[in-house]
């Protein structure tokens, strides 16, 4: 690694303002003209006047302070963006990947489900086919019972003894079907490095607000607030009222 690679890689940034002078002078003077503003009792407009100077004063200072706090944050944030984006380009690649491959996931797991459908559509059928032919076999074998027990052929005597000139023919029942298995839903793949699990997870969308239940519905204030800056002073169901605030500029 060259002195020119190292250089590009590294920086000197201020990092502590609790060692600097220039932080330590402003916490003085701040701790000074605060303590003046707080305990000053206002008695006449000169009271007022006094206190609205050192307000603004302090304000002054305020602006100040910003200053160099940005001159210790602003090259640390910046080398911050700067360190975000570098790994960005490596870890953007992974995300996509993942998302494709949790896309890709859920549907061939859409399609096992489909086919799931079908199958558990068509087992239905022959299972309703298979008790249908059954009931008509039943139909059939009960049909011939009487006609042999009309005919004579077939009797049953006190103590339950049946007697049969001829055996009766019945039809065999109806075999049941051979169902189709139903393919499996990936609900978790296991490796080596990890595991792929699939979870449902409740989602929604909005069709009504009217319907929506109170306590779930927040108040959009900042619309409120910009209604009473342009001089809006009655919105139904809210209780509009006026306070005195007293604001500082500084020059």
Same mark, same amino acid.
């Given at each position: 690694?060259?002195?020119e690679?190292?250089?590009?890689? +590294? &920086?000197?940034v201020?990092i502590?303002?609790?060692a ?12 000074k003209?605060c303590?003046?503003?707080?305990s =000053?009792? /206002?008695?006449?407009?000169? $009271?007022v006047?006094?206190v609205t100077?050192?307000v603004n004063? &302090?304000?002054q200072?305020?602006? @100040? ?13 910046q080398?911050?963006?700067t360190? $975000?984006?570098? #790994? +960005?380009?490596?870890?953007?690649p ?5 998302? &494709? ?5 859920? $549907?061939?797991?859409?399609q096992q489900? *489909? +086919? @799931? ?13 298979? &008790?249908?032919?059954? =009931?008509m076999?039943?139909?059939?074998n009960? =049909? ?12 049953? $005597? *006190?103590?339950?003894t ?10 065999q029942p109806?075999?049941?079907p ?9 609900s =978790?793949? /296991?490796?080596?490095?990890?595991s792929?699990?699939?979870k449902m997870?409740?989602? #929604?969308?909005?069709f009504?607000?009217?319907q ?5 519905? /927040?108040?959009?204030e900042?619309a409120?607030?910009?209604? /009473? ?17 007293? +604001? #500082?500029?500084?020059n």
């Amino acid at each position: 690694m060259t002195i020119e690679s190292i250089e590009k890689t +590294k &920086a000197l940034v201020k990092i502590n303002p609790l060692a600097d002078p220039a932080y330590e002078a402003l916490k003085v003077e701040i701790t000074k003209i605060c303590e003046g503003i707080v305990s =000053r009792e /206002l008695h006449s407009q000169d $009271d007022v006047r006094n206190v609205t100077e050192d307000v603004n004063l &302090a304000q002054q200072i305020a602006k @100040q302070c910003e200053s160099l706090r940005k001159e210790y944050k602003d090259p640390l944030v910046q080398h911050g963006k700067t360190i $975000d984006a570098a #790994f +960005k380009a490596l870890t953007n690649p992974i995300e996509n990947a993942r998302n &494709a491959a949790s896309n890709n996931i859920g $549907d061939y797991n859409r399609q096992q489900r *489909e +086919k @799931q459908r079908l199958i558990d559509e068509e087992n239905a059928r022959l299972a309703r086919e298979q &008790a249908e032919m059954q =009931r008509m076999i039943d139909e059939e074998n009960e =049909r011939l019972r009487r006609e042999a027990e009309e005919s004579g052929s077939r009797t049953v $005597d *006190e103590e339950g003894t049946i007697t049969e000139q001829a055996p009766i023919e019945y039809i065999q029942p109806e075999p049941e079907p051979e169902y189709i298995p139903p393919e499996p839903i990936v609900s =978790r793949a /296991l490796t080596g490095t990890g595991s792929a699990t699939e979870k449902m997870v409740p989602h #929604f969308r909005l069709f009504d607000i009217k319907q929506v239940p109170s306590n779930l519905v /927040l108040l959009n204030e900042k619309a409120v607030n910009a209604m /009473l800056k342009a001089g809006i002073r009655e919105i139904e169901g809210l209780e509009i009222w006026e306070e005195p605030e007293v +604001k #500082f500029r500084s020059n």
